[in-house]
Each structure stands twice: as structure tokens, then as C-alpha cells.
């Protein structure tokens, strides 16, 4: 089929193409007019405490996008929604199908909005919303920096315990202040050794050496409570180190909690009613496209199924035209065959063996047949009746 087939298939069923479409527009129409009205209400989430602060999980040249995903997954977590529920009464479910989370242009700024048929309703659940996702937002963090400050404490407790339970056993309070005693009284005990060597009093120098010896005897029994010390001392550096910055980052947690769960976090704005003739027009197009679309199919369907009844119809006359020629032929065999078997037949009796063949009747009728008899005999009279005057 070419272009000018299709137009004039489409002229012939014009009225398909304007009522289909003209139809569903309408039906539109009174849908969105008739419908209940509904109300929307926005809280606006203002992020700036909270992006790129100090201590904010939510940094560098990504903070913007990743605290827009981190908001918009807790707006949709079942426990944000239960929640909710509990607050406002309405289902999870309807929460899903009216809650809607728009960033503010390319700032980190948030906008949660909530429509529904009851306007008070509706700026319950907004605000409901926006809070519960910053409060799980902050309050978790703020929560695990409790656990690892508490656990940083208990490492720092046990390490203070082993360096007490340490001085208990040896004595000793702080043993390389009194290894470092130690060490300097042998010191001074070689000092006087060599002064009193250089002197000449070479029999108190040799005195010396008892009181020498038994001082670095001492030193030695030193070096495994020094090791011990110094595995314990760096434990417990190491331990007060971790509860410095757990104590650190606590505080920040707390501080970015608190701003998170402030009253001028979350603003919630006026309730509007939806504006029903935008939405006619933002839908009627879309619509008439749609029925223009099916109508189309509709003009084709049609088309298909009256070419098909055409075809049928046309096999039909065919079908009856060729048993009418059928049906003909065999009453002119039946004509034939009669014909014949009255030639076979003669004065009503079937001929003997030795009688001629019978001749076939002529093809006029009787009348005919006896007036040329008639005639012959005539014309055989008048001869004789010449002969007989003479």
C-alpha cells in the first residue's frame, strides 16, 4: 500500500480518528476535574550546619550529592515510615505513593514533599518525614561514636590496671626511674673507683670493686621487668591516644546531632491545594496522543477485518457460481441419456437381435412431422388421378 491508500483510508474513517481522541480527552477531563482536591505541603531541609562542618561524615567535593542520597535512602526506610505511622497515622504504603524528596537547584538543601486529601495530614507527614531522616542520620552516628569512645575507655582502664598490677609485684611505681637510679649509682661507684686510682690509694680502689660488681648485678635484674614495662606503658599510650579521639569525635557526633534535631533545621511550609487546570494541561496532550494512537489501530483493525469479510464474501459468490454450472451440466447429461434410451426402445419393446438399429428420432416436434406426411401424400394423389381421366 502506498501514502495515498492510507489517506484514503483514513477519509473513509475520519470519524474514528476525531471521536477516539476527542473521547479519551474528555474522559480526562472529568477524571481530573471531578477528582477530590488534594494538598501539598513542603519542610525544607536546610543543610548547611551540617555539610562540610567539622566532624561531618559528609565532605569534600561529594558532600552535596552523597547527603541528598544519604536523606533520600532514609526517607524510604521502613523504620523512618513506621515511625511516621506511629506519629501520623497514615500506612507506609501511602507514604511511598505520596512522598517525594527534591534537592534545591545544586545546593545540599532538601525539599520533602507530601501530598494528600487532608491538608493537615499532609504537612504532619512532611515534617514527620524530614525530621525522622535526619534524626537516623545523626542520632546513628552520634550512637557509634559512644561505642568507640566507651571502647576506647575500657582499653585504656585495662592498660592502667596492668601497669598497677606491675608495680604491685616488683615494687615499683615507676621502674625506669629506678632502673635509671640504679645505673647512675654504679656510675658514681667507677667514678670514685677511678679517682682514688689516680690518687695512688690503689687498696681502697680495690674496695671498690664488691660494692661495683653487686650494683650491676642489680642492673641486670633490671631488663626483664623493663621489658615488661615498656610492652604495658605503650599499650596504655597507645589506649589513651584512641580514647583522645573517641572523646574527639563524640563530641562532634553530638554537636552535628544536635543541629540536626534543631527546630530551624526543618521549616515547613504553607499547604496548597493542587491546581487541578495545570495538571489538565500538563495531561490533556499526552492523552489525545494516546487516543489519537489507538484510534489509528482502531482505523487499521476495521480495515483488516472488512478486507477479510470482502474476500470471504467474493470466495462464496465463486464457490456458488461454479456448483451452479456443476449442477446444469449434469441436468443436460440426464436430458442426453434419456434421449438415448429412447432410441434404444421401439414401439415400447426392446428390439430384437436381427432388427436394424433403430433411427434416432428427429429433433422437431409430432406436428411438424405430420404435416410433411401429409404433404408427400398429396403429391403422390395427383398423378394418379391424372392417369385415371385419361
Not at 542520597?69 to 500506612?91: C, E, H, M, Y
Not at 470466495?315 to 443436460?332: K, L
Request: aromatic fraction near 4%; proline fraction near 5%.
Amino acid at each position: 500500500m502506498e501514502i495515498i491508500d492510507y489517506l484514503r483510508i483514513a477519509r473513509r474513517r475520519w470519524w474514528i480518528l476525531v471521536a477516539v481522541p476527542v473521547l479519551a480527552g474528555l474522559a480526562a477531563a472529568a477524571l481530573i476535574l471531578s477528582a477530590p482536591a488534594s494538598y501539598s505541603s513542603t519542610a525544607t531541609v536546610s543543610s548547611g550546619s551540617l555539610v562540610n562542618s567539622d566532624g561531618s561524615p559528609f565532605a569534600g567535593t561529594q558532600a552535596t550529592g552523597q547527603f541528598v542520597a544519604a536523606f533520600t535512602a532514609a526517607s524510604q526506610n521502613p523504620q523512618i515510615r513506621k515511625a511516621v505511622q506511629a506519629q501520623t497515622g497514615v500506612t507506609p504504603a501511602d507514604q511511598a505513593d505520596g512522598i517525594q524528596v527534591v534537592p534545591i537547584g545544586a545546593s545540599s538543601d532538601l525539599q520533602v514533599i507530601f501530598t494528600s486529601r487532608d491538608a493537615k495530614l499532609s504537612a504532619a507527614v512532611a515534617e514527620a518525614t524530614a525530621r525522622e531522616a535526619l534524626k537516623q542520620m545523626f542520632t546513628v552516628r552520634a550512637d557509634q561514636a559512644i561505642a568507640t569512645r566507651d571502647r576506647a575507655q575500657e582499653a585504656a582502664q585495662e592498660a592502667n590496671a596492668a601497669l598497677d598490677a606491675l608495680a604491685k609485684k616488683y615494687q615499683m611505681a615507676d621502674p625506669p626511674k629506678v632502673y635509671q637510679n640504679q645505673l647512675a649509682q654504679v656510675a658514681s661507684l667507677q667514678q670514685q673507683q677511678a679517682t682514688m686510682r689516680a690518687s695512688g690509694n690503689a687498696i681502697a680502689a680495690a674496695a671498690m670493686d664488691a660494692p661495683i660488681a653487686s650494683a650491676k648485678k642489680g642492673l641486670s635484674a633490671f631488663l626483664p621487668i623493663l621489658a615488661e614495662y615498656n610492652d604495658l606503658y605503650s599499650r596504655q599510650v597507645a589506649a589513651s591516644g584512641d580514647l583522645t579521639q573517641a572523646q574527639a569525635e563524640w563530641r562532634r557526633a553530638l554537636a552535628l546531632k544536635a543541629a540536626a534535631t534543631s527546630d530551624t533545621t526543618v521549616y515547613l511550609g504553607p499547604t496548597t491545594p493542587d491546581d487541578k487546570k495545570a495538571t489538565l494541561v500538563a495531561t490533556l496532550p499526552v492523552i489525545v496522543g494516546v487516543g489519537l494512537f489507538l484510534a489509528v489501530l482502531l482505523v487499521l483493525l476495521v480495515e483488516v477485518v472488512s478486507r477479510l469479510r470482502r474476500g470471504r464474501v467474493a470466495a462464496s459468490s465463486t464457490d456458488q457460481a461454479g456448483s451452479d454450472e456443476q449442477a446444469e451440466g449434469a441436468r443436460h447429461e440426464d436430458v442426453m441419456g434419456a434421449d438415448a434410451h429412447g432410441a434404444e426402445t421401439l414401439n415400447g419393446h426392446a428390439p430384437l437381435p436381427g432388427d436394424p438399429a433403430p433411427v434416432p428420432p428427429a429433433t422437431g416436434s409430432r406436428d411438424d412431422d405430420d404435416s410433411d406426411l401429409l404433404e408427400h401424400a398429396g403429391a403422390e394423389a395427383e398423378p394418379r388421378a391424372a392417369r385415371s381421366r385419361v
